[in-house]
C-alpha cells in the first residue's frame, strides 16, 4: 500500500502543478502560443458548443484549473497532510482526469490523452483501495 500511497502523492503533484501552470499560460496567451497548442485550435473549434467555448484556448485553461489543477492540489496537500479524507480527496481527482480524458479521446484521440486515462485508472483503483480500512492484524 505504501506504493500506491506515493503513487498517489506523485500523480497529485505534478498534475496540480502541470493544470496550474498550463491554465495560467492559457490564460495570458489564449491562442495557445506558449503551450505551442495552435495546431489544435481549429480542432477545438469542431467540438460541440464551438462558437461560445471554444473560439480560443481560455475555457479550456478554465477546465484545465478548475478539473486539474485545483482538485489535484488540493489532494496533495491532503495526502501531505495525512487528512483523513486524502484518498476521498485523490478519488475525486482521478474521477475528473478520467472524464477530462474520456471527453478529449472521445472528440480528439491522441496518445497523451491514452497515457493520462491510465493514469486516471490506476489512481482511482489505488484510491479505492487506500480507502478500505486495513485487516486486523490479530485475526
Same mark, same amino acid.
Given at each position: 500500500?505504501?506504493?500506491?500511497?506515493?503513487?498517489?502523492?506523485?500523480? @497529485?503533484?505534478?498534475?496540480?502543478?502541470? %493544470?496550474?501552470? +498550463?491554465?495560467?499560460? /492559457?490564460?495570458?496567451?489564449?491562442? %495557445?502560443?506558449? $503551450?505551442? &497548442? %495552435?495546431? /489544435?485550435?481549429?480542432?477545438?473549434?469542431? /467540438?460541440?458548443?464551438?462558437?461560445?467555448?471554444?473560439?480560443?484556448?481560455?475555457?479550456?485553461?478554465?477546465?484545465?484549473?478548475?478539473?486539474?489543477?485545483?482538485?489535484?492540489?488540493?489532494?496533495?496537500?491532503? $495526502?501531505?497532510?495525512? @487528512?483523513?479524507?486524502?484518498? /476521498?480527496?485523490?478519488? %475525486?481527482?482521478?474521477?475528473?482526469?478520467?472524464?477530462? +480524458? @474520456?471527453?478529449?479521446?472521445?472528440?480528439?484521440?491522441?496518445?497523451?490523452?491514452?497515457?493520462?486515462?491510465?493514469?486516471?485508472?490506476?489512481?482511482?483503483? +489505488? @484510491?479505492?483501495?487506500?480507502?478500505?480500512? &486495513?485487516?486486523?492484524?490479530?485475526?
Amino acid at each position: 500500500m505504501r506504493v500506491a500511497r506515493i503513487f498517489l502523492i506523485v500523480v @497529485s503533484v505534478v498534475n496540480g502543478l502541470l %493544470g496550474i501552470v +498550463c491554465a495560467v499560460l /492559457l490564460f495570458v496567451q489564449p491562442d %495557445g502560443r506558449f $503551450l505551442q &497548442a %495552435g495546431a /489544435l485550435l481549429p480542432v477545438i473549434k469542431t /467540438l460541440p458548443l464551438a462558437s461560445v467555448f471554444f473560439q480560443d484556448f481560455r475555457w479550456i485553461g478554465v477546465a484545465m484549473l478548475l478539473v486539474l489543477g485545483i482538485p489535484n492540489t488540493i489532494a496533495a496537500v491532503m $495526502l501531505l497532510r495525512r @487528512s483523513k479524507k486524502q484518498y /476521498l480527496a485523490t478519488l %475525486g481527482a482521478a474521477v475528473l482526469l478520467v472524464l477530462w +480524458c @474520456s471527453f478529449e479521446l472521445l472528440y480528439m484521440f491522441n496518445g497523451a490523452a491514452v497515457g493520462y486515462f491510465v493514469v486516471g485508472v490506476i489512481s482511482f483503483a +489505488c @484510491s479505492v483501495a487506500l480507502m478500505k480500512p &486495513a485487516a486486523p492484524a490479530d485475526a
